[in-house]
DNA sequence: TACGCGAATTTGATCGTTCAAGTCCTAGGA
DNA sequence: TCCTAGGACTTGAACGATCAAATTCGCGTA
């Protein structure tokens, strides 16, 4: 079978090449009748436009890049898994399609972005792992090129749309479950002030309760080593800043011979394998929302202020809680 | 800044369009001299091909399709992951893209197939998941289109490359660990004969030793369950098909009061987590691999018999063997 | 001196689509 | 009857690269 191209559809059909490219970018110029016409012959033929030459003309890809990072050293892999396959997804049903790249630092990204621009014309970026003085929403939002970013923008103001979880949510939901549980005396496990995703997780069981607290860096081993002291405080709940603390918590009390109930945050491979109540985030939901927030840049109906969705996380429910 | 164009590097260096051109693709039928002095025209004015053009007059895009999953249900999220990782950075340094797609199942992937090839002249396919009578492998060699596995073609025969990881070495190395510990009674808890991973597994234990063994469905529980019986018939180490068996295992011996060695496979983020000692798969490597395979079938220097690559994991030693 | 040959470079056509500027046709108003 | 308006559709040009064929330029040889 040789090539389909828009000239054969039209040829088929009786009509121009144009009016065949006005069926699929603007219908509404073709009468009914004709549209159907060209529509059979589409299908007939099984015709798809040539994403080359149309990019050519028009300067749009229909393709979207984000980053894929080394595998996080830490126990919460699959996140960005998860969230990318949830991208793919949506960027699908949209008509776009999700490329990838990888990026030492911020500088070699920003690079990256020129490289992508200049050599594929690619549509837009979405942005993981947003941090205190990131240079790239800057770099981008002074081009004016469109860009949503999965996290907030921690200590700078909201001039740009993003998408995050609400982790203050999160933590209040694990501490709310526990206080529903009988828990008066529950205690937080949390990472040292500073990071804003931390800050969060602490806030939200700060806002309910008033236990006791340690903070230290991420880790099974040095989260062990604080629940060790916290646990001997008294407390009979430790709501965790994430599943690798969580675990940790759980060898603390299990040497201390104790039953403390522990609620992690992620929901990792981790938490499902040993049955942790863990905070899970909705990454497929955060995915979709961001797609969807590109849809309307890349449409031209954004809104004139950019827009933020603030997705809340839920309880998952195990045994350890 | 305007666009700068092929036409534009010409003028700039006083040459033609397909000198230029030449210098890109064939520098070697352009005198020296000229060619130093377009390459300077090109960094100077920061030129960079247009793939859509490019791809328009030539047919290729200089990309490569994989496909993501959902994230793994089980214990082993995160190899795709590191896989994916790899294999873009393998990619971009032979200048090729990574794209992604989704699909449900095998039919619905070959229809992908269909449609990123008419509509974005992808270059290759990278196949995950291989399995027994796997139909994409077939379409896809159908119809001559360039594609590598990562996981070797079940049951059908090598007419195609691809990469895998040496499964029976991981066990067996994971075994010849234990015996040098002077373990001499070492089991096996692996699953249900059938899968080709997992008689792999089985057969690299069962090359050097010949202890009892279990075979169940993958998961934590039912691997605690297959280790409780396993381990009161007396073995002093237990090898593993994955780490959420290992885990199981290591859980039944706590309860059993005994302090059995137990080896995991796929080193995952929980093996990291809870020091458990695990087989590890290069995946970088594999993804490297794959993309010289691919390289050599896209710059048609593939010898006629496709190549196979079988890569050695490695131990990866922790505290509980 | 003229000729032929190969290396180096240039020119024109082309890939498949969309944009911009036509053409054609019918209906309605003066 | 003629003119205009506007809807429906068509035509030519252009996007930026590469392919294929043509041209130019030395240089050795008859």
């Given at each position: 079978?040789?090539?389909?191209?828009?000239?054969?559809?039209?040829?088929?059909?009786?009509?121009?090449?144009?009016?065949?490219?006005?069926?699929?970018?603007?219908?509404?110029?073709?009468?009914?009748?004709?549209?159907?016409?060209?529509?059979?012959?589409?299908?007939?033929?099984?015709?798809?436009?040539?994403?080359?030459?149309?990019?050519?003309?028009?300067g749009r890809s229909r393709l979207?890049?984000?980053?894929?990072?080394?595998?996080?050293?830490?126990?919460?892999?699959?996140?960005?898994?998860?969230?990318?396959?949830?991208?793919?997804?949506?960027?699908?049903?949209?008509?776009?399609?999700?490329?990838?790249?990888?990026?030492?630092?911020?500088?070699?990204?920003?690079?990256?972005?020129?490289?992508?621009?200049?050599?594929?014309?690619?549509?837009?970026?979405?942005?993981?792992?947003?941090?205190?003085?990131?240079?790239?929403?800057?770099?981008?939002?002074?081009?004016?090129?469109?860009?949503?970013?999965?996290?907030?923008?921690?200590?700078?103001?909201?001039?740009?749309?993003?998408?995050?979880?609400?982790?203050?949510?999160?933590?209040?939901?694990?501490?709310?479950?526990?206080?529903?549980?009988?828990?008066?005396?529950?205690?937080?496990?949390?990472?040292?002030?500073?990071?804003?995703?931390?800050?969060?997780?602490?806030?939200?069981?700060?806002?309910?309760?008033?236990?006791?607290?340690?903070?230290?860096?991420?880790g099974v081993d040095t989260g062990?080593?604080?629940?060790?002291?916290?646990?001997?405080?008294?407390?009979?709940?430790?709501?965790?800043?994430?599943?690798?603390?969580?675990?940790?918590?759980?060898?603390?009390?299990?040497?201390?011979?104790?039953?403390?109930?522990?609620?992690?945050?992620?929901?990792?491979?981790?938490?499902?394998?040993?049955?942790?109540?863990?905070?899970?985030?909705?990454?497929?939901?955060?995915?979709?929302?961001?797609?969807?927030?590109?849809?309307?840049?890349?449409?031209?109906?954004?809104?004139?202020?950019?827009?933020?969705?603030?997705?809340?996380?839920?309880?998952?429910?195990?045994?350890?809680?």
């Amino acid at each position: 079978m040789e090539k389909v191209t828009i000239a054969t559809v039209a040829r088929h059909a009786g009509v121009s090449r144009q009016t065949v490219s006005n069926v699929l970018n603007t219908p509404d110029v073709v009468r009914e009748e004709t549209r159907e016409r060209v529509r059979e012959a589409i299908a007939e033929l099984g015709y798809r436009v040539n994403q080359a030459a149309r990019q050519m003309r028009t300067g749009r890809s229909r393709l979207i890049a984000v980053r894929i990072e080394p595998a996080n050293d830490g126990i919460n892999g699959s996140v960005l898994d998860r969230f990318l396959h949830g991208l793919t997804d949506a960027a699908e049903s949209a008509g776009y399609r999700v490329m990838l790249y990888t990026a030492g630092d911020d500088a070699a990204e920003i690079a990256t972005y020129e490289e992508l621009l200049s050599s594929y014309d690619l549509d837009a970026f979405v942005l993981t792992s947003t941090h205190h003085g990131d240079p790239r929403t800057d770099w981008l939002a002074t081009r004016d090129l469109p860009f949503v970013t999965f996290g907030r923008p921690w200590g700078a103001p909201d001039t740009h749309s993003w998408v995050d979880v609400d982790n203050a949510a999160g933590t209040a939901a694990a501490t709310a479950h526990l206080i529903e549980r009988g828990h008066t005396k529950i205690g937080f496990l949390g990472w040292p002030a500073g990071s804003g995703v931390g800050d969060a997780r602490r806030d939200g069981w700060a806002s309910l309760t008033d236990g006791p607290s340690a903070a230290v860096e991420d880790g099974v081993d040095t989260g062990a080593a604080a629940a060790h002291e916290l646990i001997t405080a008294g407390p009979t709940a430790l709501v965790c800043a994430s599943d690798s603390l969580a675990l940790g918590a759980l060898q603390a009390a299990r040497e201390l011979g104790q039953d403390t109930a522990v609620i992690g945050f992620d929901d990792t491979a981790v938490a499902r394998a040993i049955g942790l109540t863990s905070v899970s985030q909705p990454l497929a939901q955060a995915a979709g929302r961001c797609m969807d927030l590109l849809r309307e840049l890349l449409d031209g109906r954004a809104p004139s202020t950019p827009t933020q969705v603030l997705l809340p996380p839920s309880l998952v429910l195990r045994q350890t809680a």
